[in-house]
């Protein structure tokens, strides 16, 4: 069972998601291997495999006894071991609909085995090369399989420019067509389509910007004030203290990075934070109508209130291009990376270079197959100009959006 342990009554360092089994006990190696190994991962990592080792805590139980994959690791029990996986490996390969998630989660499960097996025999008063072969054939055994996955679709494509525009309409904090109803939600929820879509922010980013993270200074060389944003974690907030069941938070280490801000996107963040913002307790720049941060859980509600309100053929046009019935909030990522890198290439740049800056932009690591499939996305698109990063010049933007074919 997946937990997340954010009681007052426990100490801030020992918060965080957690496994337990039927009786609410901590599944032991689970923590161990969380400690160990996912230290340097981010929230959102930590929860994701967890979730994937829970599936396999569970498998063991139904089919062997309570407790039997613990049992089989403290015991190098490599014959209950081949079982557990080769019956977890069957159950996963079986089912109906094959998704990439199958195939993580068996990743995850085989790693997190073979990771303990590994440890104890460091450990273990046995002997060492009974050990290495209980290592060895659980490495070169499981690894070779893998689960079918279904057919999945390497085009990322951009919003139409009809949904663009249909959102600028509605969100628009003065538009009668907007779906909220007060002043502080309507600037709330532009503010982050607004960042969302012209800075590429991920949503759990977005989630940890404090109201001041745009800086600014004086630029002697251009003679005007110019503007970044640091997207980072919440330097105010002490490790632990965020009360949002689903913690936000940087994805990898290459997600750290400074992004460059137009002078009328840091106009429109200083309005809402001196005007609809309030007086929180917390220091994050999105707060929620309770008064505490916006969660994760809530802005997923917003995009759902917003495409219920796009008119029928706006929703029509965005099924057709896109196979999508909604707007989701990695979909203004998606528009805002094909803009940037079709912005890069029509100023001159070779596409290598402008990978490379698409890299440092979005936060991708240069392992990423990212920036590949954005390029993929350029070509596909008729892009009739570039973007313009005054966004309040509305035509620059719709004509920088694929029209169709």
């Not at 396999?56 to 062997?64: G, K, N, Q, V």
């Not at 440092?360 to 973007?387: C, I, Q």
């Amino acid at each position: 069972m997946f937990v997340q342990v954010s009681a007052a009554a426990v100490p801030r360092a020992l918060r965080g998601v957690a496994l337990v089994d039927s009786n609410h006990m901590p599944r032991y190696w689970a923590a161990v291997w969380l400690v160990i190994a996912g230290a340097q991962w981010a929230k959102s990592t930590q929860t994701m495999r967890l979730r994937y080792i829970e599936n396999l805590y569970e498998h063991a139980d139904r089919s062997f006894k309570a407790n039997a994959l613990d049992d089989a690791l403290s015991d190098l029990d490599d014959a209950r071991l081949a079982d557990i996986l080769e019956s977890w490996f069957v159950s996963l390969r079986n089912q109906p609909v094959a998704t990439r998630s199958n195939e993580d989660r068996w990743q995850t499960g085989l790693a997190f085995v073979t990771s303990v097996v590994t440890w104890l025999s460091k450990s273990a008063d046995a002997k060492m090369r009974q050990i290495e072969a209980r290592i060895h054939r659980l490495s070169t055994l499981y690894r070779q399989l893998h689960i079918r996955q279904g057919a999945r679709s390497e085009t990322v494509r951009s919003l139409p420019s009809s949904v663009v525009e249909s959102l600028y309409q509605i969100l628009d904090p003065e538009s009668d067509a907007n779906p909220f109803q007060r002043a502080h939600t309507r600037w709330r929820v532009f503010i982050a389509f607004v960042l969302m879509l012209h800075q590429g922010l991920r949503r759990g980013e977005l989630l940890l910007l404090p109201a001041d993270a745009i800086k600014s200074s004086y630029d002697r060389e251009l003679g005007r004030t110019r503007y970044w944003l640091n997207v980072r974690q919440n330097e105010y907030e002490e490790v632990g203290s965020d009360s949002r069941y689903s913690k936000p938070s940087i994805k990898t280490r290459h997600s750290v990075r400074q992004i460059p801000v137009s002078d009328a996107t840091a106009g429109l963040v200083q309005i809402y934070c001196e005007n609809y913002r309030g007086r929180p307790s917390h220091s994050f720049m999105l707060s929620a109508q309770t008064g505490g941060p916006l969660s994760t859980e809530s802005l997923t509600k917003i995009f759902t209130t917003i495409s219920k309100a796009l008119p029928a053929d706006v929703l029509k046009e965005l099924h057709d291009r896109t196979e999508k019935k909604s707007v989701t909030c990695h979909d203004l990522r998606h528009t805002s990376a094909v803009l940037r890198l079709h912005q890069l290439l029509e100023r001159g740049d070779s596409m290598p270079e402008a990978l490379q800056k698409l890299r440092t932009f979005f936060g991708w690591s240069k392992e990423s197959d990212m920036p590949s499939r954005y390029a993929r996305a350029v070509f596909e698109s008729r892009l009739a100009s570039v973007w313009n990063d005054a966004f309040d010049d509305r035509v620059a933007l719709l004509r920088a959006l694929p029209q169709g074919r």
